[in-house]
């Protein structure tokens, strides 16, 4: 049974009942919340997400459009997820072998940021208020670390501002 109704949902977004959603947390279009996921207060899920079983939301999470969270994410509060970006659970997929137990977890640490269609394999932690852009990120993001487009360049930000430090 829901814990809290006092949230919004589209009424074409699905949450399954033994979720629990944080008040004034606002669910949109096409997306499906299910069993046994917790997202925080505050948050906002845009159109067409997916947050698979077990999954944990912080507080003020935003999550734009079409993006995927899969069993293993946990996101502390203040993450931003851009669009269409995914996160991955297992390290070696193949449609003929089960490895649900297999799933390894993945950290996402406060205000962190990750951009728009990148790619973070499992098994990893994103630092407090790293940004990542657009790239493929298999690595730990430090804290205040920026991981920028296909290169993987790294540079530091700062504090939590999010303005790159010039060397």
């Known amino acids: 049974m829901f814990k809290n109704t006092n949230y919004f949902k589209h009424e074409t977004a699905i949450v399954d009942e033994a ?3 944080g008040a004034n947390t606002k669910i949109w279009h096409f997306s ?18 997916l947050v698979a ?11 734009q459009n079409n993006v995927s969270i899969y069993t293993g994410v946990t996101c502390e509060d203040d993450v931003f997820l ?13 449609s003929f072998i089960e490895r649900k137990d297999e799933f390894k977890a993945t950290e996402i640490r406060k205000g962190a940021s990750i951009g728009a269609n ?18 493929c990120c298999n690595k ?16 530091w930000m700062g504090f939590k501002s999010g303005y790159s430090f010039t060397f």
Request: charged residues 10%.
């Open 32 to 49: 499906h919340v299910m069993s046994n996921s917790k997202i925080g207060d505050n948050c906002v899920l845009g159109q067409n997400v």
């Open 118 to 135: 990148a790619t973070i394999l499992c098994g990893i932690e994103i630092g407090a208020y790293a940004m990542i852009g657009g790239s």
């Open 82 to 94: 851009g669009p269409s970006m995914v996160f991955t659970n297992v390290i070696n997929p193949r």
């Open 140 to 155: 730990i993001g430090s804290s205040l670390c920026a991981i920028s487009w296909q290169s993987c360049e790294t540079n």
């Open 19 to 21: 979720s629990e959603i």
């Open 53 to 63: 079983p077990k999954v944990q939301l912080g507080n003020g999470v935003k999550v």
